[in-house]
Nanobody
Framework: QVQLVESGGGLVEPGGSLRLSCAASGFTLDYYSIGWFRQAPGKEREEVSCFSHNDNSTFYADSVKGRFTISKDNAKDTGNLQMNNLTPEDTAVYYC?????????????WGQGTQVTVSA
Protein backbone atom coordinates (compact mmCIF):
# COMPACT_ATOMS: atom_id res chain seq x y z
CA GLN A 1 0.00 0.00 0.00
CA VAL A 2 1.44 3.35 -1.06
CA GLN A 3 1.44 5.80 1.79
CA LEU A 4 3.05 9.04 2.94
CA VAL A 5 2.97 9.83 6.64
CA GLU A 6 3.99 13.21 8.02
CA SER A 7 5.20 13.73 11.56
CA GLY A 8 6.93 16.36 13.64
CA GLY A 9 4.24 18.99 13.84
CA GLY A 10 3.21 20.62 17.07
CA LEU A 11 3.01 23.81 19.07
CA VAL A 12 6.07 26.05 19.17
CA GLU A 13 6.75 29.59 20.31
CA PRO A 14 7.69 32.29 17.81
CA GLY A 15 11.35 32.02 16.96
CA GLY A 16 11.35 28.30 17.61
CA SER A 17 12.07 25.39 15.30
CA LEU A 18 10.39 22.22 14.16
CA ARG A 19 11.51 19.42 11.88
CA LEU A 20 8.81 17.77 9.80
CA SER A 21 9.32 14.31 8.36
CA CYS A 22 7.52 12.53 5.55
CA ALA A 23 7.94 8.77 5.56
CA ALA A 24 7.14 6.80 2.44
CA SER A 25 5.88 3.25 2.59
CA GLY A 26 4.98 0.89 -0.22
CA PHE A 27 7.46 2.54 -2.56
CA THR A 28 10.95 4.02 -2.57
CA LEU A 29 11.59 7.74 -2.69
CA ASP A 30 14.72 7.33 -4.83
CA TYR A 31 13.04 8.42 -8.06
CA TYR A 32 10.62 10.97 -6.71
CA SER A 33 10.61 14.70 -6.24
CA ILE A 34 9.14 15.73 -2.91
CA GLY A 35 7.24 18.86 -2.07
CA TRP A 36 5.92 20.44 1.10
CA PHE A 37 2.70 22.40 1.11
CA ARG A 38 0.74 24.19 3.78
CA GLN A 39 -2.79 25.41 4.22
CA ALA A 40 -3.88 27.85 6.86
CA PRO A 41 -7.55 28.32 7.82
CA GLY A 42 -9.33 30.41 5.23
CA LYS A 43 -6.34 30.45 2.89
CA GLU A 44 -5.41 28.56 -0.23
CA ARG A 45 -2.87 25.79 -0.13
CA GLU A 46 0.60 27.00 -0.99
CA GLU A 47 3.74 25.18 -1.94
CA VAL A 48 6.50 26.13 0.46
CA SER A 49 9.34 23.95 -0.77
CA CYS A 50 10.32 21.31 -3.29
CA PHE A 51 13.26 18.98 -3.76
CA SER A 52 13.46 18.05 -7.41
CA HIS A 53 14.61 14.60 -8.47
CA ASN A 54 15.42 16.09 -11.90
CA ASP A 55 18.60 17.77 -10.75
CA ASN A 56 18.49 17.77 -6.94
CA SER A 57 17.56 21.44 -7.05
CA THR A 58 15.42 23.04 -4.37
CA PHE A 59 12.65 25.60 -4.38
CA TYR A 60 11.49 27.76 -1.51
CA ALA A 61 8.59 30.15 -1.34
CA ASP A 62 9.70 33.69 -0.60
CA SER A 63 7.89 33.57 2.71
CA VAL A 64 10.13 30.76 4.02
CA LYS A 65 13.38 31.37 2.17
CA GLY A 66 16.33 31.46 4.53
CA ARG A 67 14.34 29.83 7.33
CA PHE A 68 13.25 26.45 5.96
CA THR A 69 15.48 23.71 4.57
CA ILE A 70 14.23 20.73 2.60
CA SER A 71 16.07 17.44 2.35
CA LYS A 72 15.49 13.91 1.14
CA ASP A 73 17.05 10.77 2.59
CA ASN A 74 16.68 8.05 -0.02
CA ALA A 75 18.22 5.43 2.26
CA LYS A 76 15.44 5.99 4.77
CA ASP A 77 12.72 6.83 2.22
CA THR A 78 12.08 10.00 4.16
CA GLY A 79 11.79 13.65 3.30
CA ASN A 80 12.36 16.37 5.85
CA LEU A 81 11.56 20.02 6.27
CA GLN A 82 13.63 21.86 8.86
CA MET A 83 11.78 24.99 9.92
CA ASN A 84 13.63 27.65 11.90
CA ASN A 85 12.70 31.07 13.22
CA LEU A 86 9.02 30.24 13.02
CA THR A 87 6.43 32.99 13.12
CA PRO A 88 2.66 32.89 13.76
CA GLU A 89 2.22 33.27 9.98
CA ASP A 90 3.69 29.79 9.59
CA THR A 91 0.74 28.27 11.43
CA ALA A 92 -0.94 25.79 9.09
CA VAL A 93 -1.46 22.16 8.27
CA TYR A 94 1.62 20.96 6.43
CA TYR A 95 1.44 18.28 3.77
CA CYS A 96 4.10 16.41 1.87
CA UNK A 97 3.59 15.13 -1.64
CA UNK A 98 5.67 13.28 -4.20
CA UNK A 99 6.03 13.36 -7.96
CA UNK A 100 7.53 10.41 -9.82
CA UNK A 101 10.42 10.36 -12.25
CA UNK A 102 11.98 13.02 -14.41
CA UNK A 103 10.36 15.98 -16.06
CA UNK A 104 7.35 18.06 -15.13
CA UNK A 105 6.54 17.75 -11.47
CA UNK A 106 3.04 16.44 -10.88
CA UNK A 107 2.30 15.39 -7.35
CA UNK A 108 0.35 12.16 -7.26
CA UNK A 109 0.69 10.96 -3.68
CA TRP A 110 -0.13 13.08 -0.65
CA GLY A 111 0.23 12.67 3.07
CA GLN A 112 -2.55 13.31 5.55
CA GLY A 113 -0.99 16.46 6.98
CA THR A 114 0.49 17.54 10.28
CA GLN A 115 -0.53 20.63 12.25
CA VAL A 116 2.02 23.31 12.99
CA THR A 117 0.98 26.03 15.42
CA VAL A 118 3.24 28.95 16.25
CA SER A 119 2.03 30.86 19.26
CA ALA A 120 3.42 32.49 22.39
Amino acid sequence: QVQLVESGGGLVEPGGSLRLSCAASGFTLDYYSIGWFRQAPGKEREEVSCFSHNDNSTFYADSVKGRFTISKDNAKDTGNLQMNNLTPEDTAVYYCAVSPGIGVIRYNYWGQGTQVTVSA
